[in-house]
Every structure is written in C-alpha cells, then in structure tokens.
C-alpha cells in the first residue's frame, strides 16, 4: 500500500497537470478552429416630434427623444429568440455552416441536433449586452469565417429593426383603428345631412326658407299697414260723403282687395297646403339645420380627436437606430489560447493540491 502510494505521488503532477496542459494546449494550438467576432450597436428611440410639428402641438403632445429599459430588454429578449434562430436559418443556413465537418469536432454544432439543441448552441455565440446609462445594445456573434460572422450580425440588427418598427407601428394602428371608424360614421352623417337640405331646397325651390319666411311676414305686415290706412281714409271721407259715393265705394273696394290679398299671404304662411306650408316648411328646415350641426359638431369633435390620436400614436413609435455599423472581422477572436491553457493549468494545478492534501491525508490515518 506504501508504495502504490509513493509511486502515485510520484507521477501525480505529471498525470494530473503536465499530460493535461499537453494535450490541452495541443488541441488550442493546432486543432480548434478558429472563430471570428462582429459587432454591431443599437439604440431604441422615439421620434422628435419637435422637428416634424410647431412648437405649439410639440409643446402640448410633451414628444421628445426617449428610450425605456422594457424597449432594450425587448430587443435582447427578440435577439436571442426562436423565430430570430428560424429566420437566420431561412436567410443564411447558419446551421450547415456550424456544423461543417470543416471545423473541429469539439467546437463544432452536432448535424443531428435537435432544435432544442441548435438553440442553445446559437445563445453560445451571441452576446448582447445593454449599457444602462445610454441603454445603447452591443451585439457580438461568433462564427468560423469573417464573412458569415459580419452577415449574422448585420442580418440579425436587420431583423430586429424590423421587429421593433413593426411593433410600433401595430400599436399605432390599433389605437388609430377606433377613432378612424368613429370619425368616419361622423363624416357620412356631415354628408348625409348636407344631401337631404340641398334635396329639401330643390324639393321647395327655396334656397333660404327663413327668410321666405320673414319675406312674406313683412308682406302681410305691411298689407295690413295699407288696410289701416284705407280705414283711415274712409272714416275721414265719410264725414263729408254719403257711404255710396263713389270715391267710398272706390276706397272700399281697394280695402276689400287688400284683405284679400293678405288673406292669401296668411293662409300661405298657416293655412295652405300642409306641404307647402311655410311654417311646416321652416319647421322641416330647422330640423334638417339642426340635424347638419349636430352632425358638423361631432365631425368636427372626432376631427380633432384623431387628430390628437395620431400624435399620441405618432409619440409612442419607437424606432431601432444602428449606432455602430457592423465591419468584417480581420483577425479571429476565439479560440483565447493563452487565457484559456492559464486557467486550465490553474484548475489543474488546484485539483492537483486538492489530491495531494487528501493522499498525505490517508498516509496520516496510516
């Protein structure tokens, strides 16, 4: 037993560190592949409505450039996602090259992987991250060769831009969608209001009732001032004249005519035809009057709440702005040969230590 336990103590930092680093560092140096690493930037803003509106509306819409940690966390959150993964892999068979036989064995993705797998293995090679005092989103992906490196990246800030925009704009739609409906029932009502006075107009041949109205009540006003006169007149000539002279009859009968013919101006204001009454026809006319400014009225309201709808909505866009443009990458970042056989040889070193205590541990006990 003491000697197996001298000859392991013996050959133990070479099992345990020295062939390890060997065979480690070999894979570092001469088999793993090579990865390269691009980087694009983004920002999620809104629009500055002060460089679009006067300085009234922008003062009271309160737009302005602004961004939310929920819009970068969403982005991040879209980055990493199974449908960015699928659309990738429609666009540019991210899979085959990941799992080319090109590439060595460890590094490389599995061809029998399942999606699950592929998932993962593509959050591997995606880093995203969010600096929380400009909230400015830095997206690195790996791949084998520069060129695909620089497509991932640029197709993926591609992709999101679309997501973010696309986003904005459903929002704005639907609340748009309710008060366009609304302003639109209002603006047939304004139509059909105005049709039914131009039909009524053409109906009575009248262009303004109201003043036929008042037109034929001055008539009959100053008929009425004739008819007083006439009796004036009369009462005067008949203190001198016999009631069948003939400037009396003559007077009367011009009396008689007056009367009759502001008979006639009455019973068209009152007694006429029930349709062609002018009072029935005023009466038509101010509901179809009141009818068209009600309908002007809400026009007007649901003109001037779209309006605003469309500032609010156009306040709330928010839009994916590339800080930094994506540039091919010109020297492989991956494999870290020298930090990468450091902390192996760390860890083995540490195991090692770890060893030796439990051994001189067990020869104690012996």
Do not use: C
């Not at 629009?47 to 309160?62: F, I, R, V, Y």
């Amino acid at each position: 037993m003491q000697e197996l336990l001298k000859n392991i103590k013996n050959n133990l930092f070479i099992s345990l560190v020295i062939l390890p680093v060997i065979v480690f560092s070999t894979y570092q140096l001469l088999f793993a592949s090579p990865r390269y690493e691009s980087k694009t930037q983004l920002i999620v803003q809104q629009p500055d409505g002060m460089a679009t509106m006067d300085a009234s509306m922008a003062l009271l819409s309160g737009l302005g450039m602004q961004t939310g940690n929920k819009d970068t966390q969403l982005v991040k959150s879209y980055i990493f996602s199974n449908d960015m993964l699928d659309h990738l892999e429609d666009k540019l068979s991210i899979k085959e090259h990941y799992s080319s036989n090109e590439y060595d064995f460890f590094s490389r993705l599995p061809k029998d992987a399942s999606s699950e797998k592929f998932h993962q293995y593509y959050t591997k090679n995606i880093r995203v991250e969010i600096d929380e005092k400009s909230s400015v989103i830095s997206v690195y992906n790996q791949a084998y060769t520069p060129k695909m490196s620089y497509k991932i990246t640029h197709e993926i800030a591609k992709k999101a831009e679309w997501f973010i925009n696309n986003i904005g704009h459903q929002l704005a739609e639907s609340q748009l969608e309710f008060i366009k409906n609304e302003h639109e029932k209002t603006e047939r009502r304004l139509q059909e209001a105005k049709v039914k006075i131009i039909d009524f107009q053409r109906e009575h041949r009248l262009l303004d009732p109201e003043k036929e109205g008042v037109a034929l009540s001055q008539i009959a006003y100053g008929i009425e001032g004739k008819i007083a006169i006439k009796n004036a007149e009369m009462q005067a000539m008949l203190s001198t004249m016999t009631a069948d002279a003939p400037q009396i009859l003559l007077l009367n009968a011009e009396k008689e005519a007056l009367k009759s013919q502001l008979e006639l101006e009455k019973s068209r204001l009152t007694n006429g035809n029930q349709s062609d009454s002018i009072n029935k026809v005023l009466s038509r006319f101010s509901n179809l009057k009141i009818e068209l400014e009600m309908a002007l009225t809400a026009f007007t309201s649901t003109t001037i709440s779209l309006e605003k709808s469309r500032i609010e909505a156009y306040r709330k866009l928010k839009f994916l702005v590339v800080v930094e443009e994506v540039k091919l990458p010109q020297e492989s970042k991956y494999p870290e040969v020298f930090y990468n056989i450091s902390l192996f040889t760390l860890l083995l070193v540490i195991l090692f230590g770890i060893t030796r205590i439990i051994i001189a541990t067990i020869h104690e006990l012996k």
